[in-house]
């Protein structure tokens, strides 16, 4: 009887592992793909996450089926002995399709997607997880708002004009896209952005020595023609006034960050923010995710 004990302990295992393994059918809502480092951004439905993952290869956002989203990311594999010389690297295999599987085993995922007609035939390639978190959306972020007309776009493009009320005491007066943007149609997705003073003039610097004097902007305002900063108030007065909205809040390391700590609320684009977070990858800016209370 002896023999049977290894294999009963194999058996034993497999079962395991097996179990561990949840297979889900999901969405992709957000990918980027790119051999060099990059800084990716988490969405959903337009909306910023509040988490920022530098990568290289394919990075992923999945939605799960309980409204949960994942970030995975895959770079390069090694390619079989056949493919070329030896410790030749292929990419990782990348969905063209939103809906996919995914079975997740420890900090594993695996993704797989029909590829033929009558979808039979299937590819596969495994992705390191990330992160799993909370959809952004439970904690009152970014939202979808009707835009002023192109006129009153403005900033990198700065503020909009003076005469634009804001609808709420939670509307920022002032909206950025980013500087080879055109003016923005009315109901185009946007979402807030909160940053302490110490932050923002950070980034701005940054932005600057980036730009090496060139400020031209396809609408409104270049910020660093005129080195404009949005209108300040305390953190505190400011989550008064907006009880029921709850941004990220970016800080500068090491900042002290408490109520009496100076903020400015505005609105970006998609584009904008992306490409802000690619340019100050690395440097001191840093991130506090959207918290309410459920």
């Excluded at 969905?95 to 085993?105: K, M, N, R, S, T």
């Excluded at 420890?106 to 797989?112: F, N, R, V």
């Excluded at 400020?215 to 300040?232: E, F, M």
Aim: charged letters at 15%.
């Amino acid at each position: 009887m002896r023999p049977l004990i290894p294999v009963i302990f194999l058996a034993t295992v497999i079962a395991t592992q097996t179990a561990a393994a949840q297979k889900f059918n999901v969405k992709i809502i957000n990918r980027a793909d790119n051999a060099q480092s990059y800084a990716y951004a988490t969405f959903f439905s337009n909306t910023a996450a509040g988490a920022i993952f530098q990568v290289s290869g394919a990075a992923l956002t999945l939605q799960l089926p309980d409204g949960r989203i994942a970030v995975v990311n895959c770079t390069s594999k090694f390619a079989e002995h056949f493919a070329g010389r030896i410790g030749n690297r292929r990419s990782c295999h990348v969905p063209l399709v939103d809906d996919i599987q995914a079975e997740f085993h420890g900090d594993s995922a695996k993704l797989i997607w029909v590829v033929s007609l009558d979808g039979k035939k299937t590819q596969s390639e495994t992705y390191k997880i990330l992160a799993v978190m909370d959809s952004p959306l439970k904690a009152n972020g970014p939202r979808n708002i009707d835009q002023p007309a192109p006129s009153s776009v403005a900033m990198p493009s700065g503020p909009r004009s003076t005469d634009q009320p804001a609808a709420s005491s939670a509307m920022p007066r002032d909206l950025f896209v980013w500087f080879d943007e055109p003016a923005l149609a009315p109901g185009a997705p946007l979402f807030e952005v909160v940053v302490t003073a110490r932050a923002y003039d950070g980034a701005l610097a940054i932005l600057r020595h980036a730009r090496q004097g060139n400020t031209a902007v396809q609408a409104g305002t270049s910020v660093l023609d005129t080195d404009y900063h949005p209108s300040t108030t305390s953190l505190a007065s400011w989550q008064e006034s907006n009880p029921n909205s709850a941004p990220s809040l970016f800080f500068w390391q090491g900042e002290e960050v408490r109520g009496t700590t100076l903020v400015m609320h505005f609105q970006m684009t998609k584009r904008a923010y992306e490409q802000m977070l690619a340019l100050v990858a690395g440097s001191d800016l840093r991130v506090r995710p959207s918290q309410t209370s459920h």
